[in-house]
């Protein structure tokens, strides 16, 4: 359990705390509006007085805006990408100012579908409006501007916040320098999108999700547990899987028929679902499933050489050679269509056995890549 | 035996007009486009099949691409850079072919430059040995070399011919004692141990419309 101390020499940004920003009214991607509408955001570092060297973070499915550092003393687990996130760190505190809002429909603090409907004083549920990753910029925004930033040093994220990092460089050029775009897609596989319905199909298959309508009953816990479980298969590699668990069994007894979980990669997965029942609500789980499933840059500007032509930040692409939730040649569609459009972009695809979740783990030739191409991005900024 | 580091630059950087956009395949290490960036002031574009060569170029603030060279060149239209270069890689591409006549098309000059099968040493050593050659040029073994489309400057100027390419500038050469290129004018099919082309992609397009 760190202490004090251990916080303090752990390179870590040490205590932090969640802030709330408020704002009127969004029109989402939908047509509807909503508001008022709270996102949760935490920031790290300091902004200089340029204001040139803030960096978004946008996080992935499960993330919040809780990315370093800790809440209390006590915490056993310090923010989701704290391993990237502090002094000395890629992204330097001590250099840079860096942002992390939960996203809307989020359930770590922002409005979404478990906040409470002002019209009925319950929680919205399915009344939510549908969420897209331009929405979540697009709440995003407003607090950059909060900050009084007016142009990000760059804004970076994996997976599904590679999406949001690549779609804000489109919609709003003059507001970023660069983009860290991590194991991410321009439009999620087929495969991608029927895994995500398996696991909104364990939600809505729980007799507790009751519509989305389960906020003032038990929840569907075994429902979110199964989808939690079913994701992290696609995180993983094969090797890595095998490497971790192998075929190890706790215990092997053909006398009983329990079914009770024997192999180690399976209580491994159940640790998984039931802990992540404890901080994720169900409803936004398929709110955010969705808004990735949507996602689709091919179809919103006719093809990816299009959806690219009016950028104007340099790009950082990377993808994991193991990874085959969002494989190699997604990010390198991405890459063609930025250099084929005179884009800067650097591309490089990182050779290693975890799979999709690599960027999350200590990883060094991420870390020093992320390092090496923030230390220019901010010195050639800094000379303009 | 190593081949020598920055082979062949101070013939290139010479060639390349300031300020001018390059796309490098083959960039390794990125340590050419960086001096033409400080020295030229070009706006660098790479492309490396190493996860390594692509980290130092992101050190060296390049834009690098990781993949196969000839991958993705169809993607760039017509005179994109002013000049690509083909360094000492033409040797190892899987589609020799192929890629020179991409960079006649991406760019208005295609420097290329490679190893000469036919220098005298290596045709020595194949006549009186009976052995695949190896030596400073080429230092691999038979069975762990890269080097899939060997040539000779004679080679390469047919293929030229054949192809149209017009040849600007030749500038075949060996490198001295201390490592520094020597330009060789006389036979260098058999005294230049690399062979140094500068095609012009401009003149061709206009050629072949």
Not at chain 2, 56 to 62: I, S
């Amino acid at each position: 359990m760190p202490n004090t101390k251990t916080i303090a020499t752990k390179n870590s940004v040490g205590l932090v705390k969640t802030q709330y920003f408020t704002f009127n009214e969004l029109t989402f991607r939908s047509g509807r509006s909503l508001g008022p509408i709270t996102l949760a955001y935490e920031t790290y570092g300091t902004l200089n007085s340029k204001k040139n060297n803030a960096i978004l973070i946008a996080h992935a499915l499960s993330g919040s805006a809780h990315a370093a550092g800790y809440h209390t003393q006590h915490d056993k687990h310090a923010g989701w990408w704290d391993l990237y996130i502090g002094p000395g760190k890629p992204f330097d505190t001590e250099k840079y100012f860096i942002i992390c809002s939960n996203v809307i429909g989020g359930c770590s603090g922002s409005t979404g579908p478990s906040s409470i409907n002002p019209d009925t004083g319950r929680s919205f549920g399915l009344e939510f409006p549908v969420v897209t990753i331009q929405d979540m910029i697009n709440a995003q925004r407003l607090i950059i501007s909060h900050l009084g930033i007016e142009k990000l040093l760059s804004i970076a994220g994996g997976s599904m916040g590679g999406m949001q990092a690549l779609k804000w460089a489109i919609l709003y050029p003059e507001t970023i320098n660069s983009v860290i775009a991590i194991a991410t897609s321009a439009s999620l596989s087929a495969q991608g999108i029927a895994l995500n319905e398996v696991g909104r199909q364990a939600i809505m298959n729980d007799p507790n999700w009751k519509n989305g309508e389960y906020y003032e009953s038990k929840a569907p816990d075994a429902g979110l547990s199964l989808a939690r479980m079913i994701g992290h298969i696609t995180y993983l590699s094969d090797k890595h899987m095998h490497e971790k668990f192998g075929r190890r069994v706790q215990q092997e007894d053909l006398s009983l028929s329990n079914f009770k979980n024997e192999f180690m990669v399976e209580s491994y997965l159940h640790y998984q679902g039931t802990q992540f029942v404890d901080r994720f609500d169900a409803n936004s789980y398929l709110y955010i499933t969705k808004a990735i499933d949507y996602f689709d840059l091919k179809k919103d500007y006719g093809n990816l050489h299009n959806a690219f032509t009016g950028v104007l930040a340099n790009f950082l692409v990377i993808s994991f050679t193991s990874d085959w939730l969002y494989p190699s040649h997604q990010s390198k569609e991405i890459v063609q269509a930025l250099r084929a459009n005179g884009k800067n972009v650097i591309y490089t695809d990182i050779e290693t056995d975890m799979g999709h979740d690599t960027f999350l783990i200590d990883y060094e030739p991420l870390k020093k890549n992320i390092t090496n191409f923030l230390k220019r991005e901010h010195e050639r900024i800094s000379q303009e | 035996m190593k081949l020598p580091e920055h082979l062949g630059y101070d013939l290139i950087t010479p060639e390349i007009t300031a300020g001018s956009k390059v796309l490098d395949l083959g960039c390794g290490d990125g340590a050419l486009l960086e001096e033409l960036r400080d020295m030229r002031q070009v706006t660098p574009f790479g492309v490396e099949i190493s996860e390594d060569g692509v980290g130092k170029c992101v050190e060296k603030g390049l834009y690098c691409y990781q993949g196969d060279i000839d991958e993705g060149l169809s993607d760039y239209k017509e005179n994109s850079f002013d000049y690509t270069i083909l360094n000492q890689t033409l040797q190892i591409t899987k589609r020799p072919s192929y890629v020179i006549q991409e960079m006649m098309r991406i760019s208005r000059y295609a420097i290329v430059s490679f190893p000469n099968f036919g220098y005298i040493k290596t045709r020595y050593q194949l006549l009186a040995n009976g052995k695949m050659p190896k030596n400073i040029l080429l230092p691999y073994e038979w069975y762990e070399t890269p080097n899939i489309h060997l040539l000779t400057i004679k080679d390469f100027q047919i293929f030229c011919r054949k192809n149209r390419y017009p040849i600007k500038k030749e500038l075949h050469f060996s490198l001295s004692a201390k490592g520094k290129s020597r330009a060789i004018g006389m036979f260098p099919n058999i005294l230049a141990q690399y062979g140094f082309f500068i095609l012009d992609g401009e003149l061709y397009s206009k050629i072949i419309l």
